[in-house]
């Protein structure tokens, strides 16, 4: 299994919601990411998780929340949010070993619409 | 950081051997050169690997001088299909986890 699964596809909230994404992968990975995408734009990185623990954080707003419950699942915690961060939310997984070459595995994202 | 430079977009017709260059001049000893793929709407996807001379696939070839100042991405006899934006990253080699960024992508675009 190669596969990073990103739920939900399509996420529609208001300002005054709060709702998760969520992101999994079984390939035994230890470091896992998340990336925003606007379009035409590259991803930006966000969070990065290596063994369960956040090591990096790329100054994001509070609004946004990450959790790594375990090694397989990451999560993104969404609370009043703002129109501008509507957007492409991509996961990503990486070996996180020794052995990491710096190969990503992107999930196919999850389209965030804020109203 | 290694900081990577692409041209913003190529068009090339069907048929054709497309040549994408990407420069990293502070790439460091043990970062490896990776290229993604990405179709509108969805996560980029995995191309190829490499760290010095070439590396072959059965999508592309990646071309990595002795400098490792720079490398090219060749995709023989593109199709439709390939009309994507493709980006050069490194980084890598460090473990545990990379802070991987990426440049703006080199938008290709097939023409029939």
């Known amino acids: 299994d190669t596969e990073v699964t990103q739920t939900p596809k399509h996420l529609v909230m208001g300002m005054t919601n709060k709702k998760s994404l969520k992101c999994e992968q079984h390939?035994?990975?230890?470091?896992m990411y998340w990336y925003k995408q606007k379009a035409k734009k590259p991803p930006e990185l966000m969070f990065v998780?290596?063994?369960?623990?956040?090591?990096i954080n790329e100054s994001v707003p509070s609004r946004f929340s990450p959790e790594c419950p375990n090694s397989s699942l990451l999560n993104l915690h969404l609370h009043a949010l703002q129109p501008e961060d509507s957007a492409l939310y991509l996961c990503?997984?990486?070996?996180?070993?020794?052995?990491?070459?710096?190969?990503?595995?992107f999930g196919e994202g999850s389209r965030l619409t804020v109203l | 950081l290694a900081k990577t430079t692409q041209p913003i977009s190529m068009d090339s017709y069907e048929g054709q051997e497309v040549n994408i260059t990407c420069s990293h001049n502070?790439?460091?000893?043990?970062?490896?050169i990776t290229w993604y793929q990405q179709f509108p709407s969805q996560g980029p996807r995995f191309i190829i690997q490499?760290?010095?001379t070439k590396v072959t696939n059965e999508v592309a070839s990646l071309f990595i001088p002795a400098d490792r100042k720079s490398s090219t991405l060749s995709l023989p006899r593109v199709s439709l299909s390939d009309t994507a934006v493709y980006y050069c990253?490194?980084?890598?080699?460090?473990?545990?986890?990379?802070?991987?960024?990426f440049g703006t992508g080199t938008k290709l675009q097939v023409i029939p």
């Open positions: 990503a997984s990486s070996r996180g070993l020794a052995e990491d070459t710096g190969e990503l595995f």
């Open positions: 390939m035994g990975h230890r470091a």
């Open positions: 998780y290596s063994y369960e623990k956040l090591s």
């Open positions: 502070n790439i460091a000893t043990n970062d490896y």
């Open positions: 490499g760290y010095k």
């Open positions: 990253l490194v980084g890598g080699g460090s473990g545990g986890y990379q802070k991987v960024t």
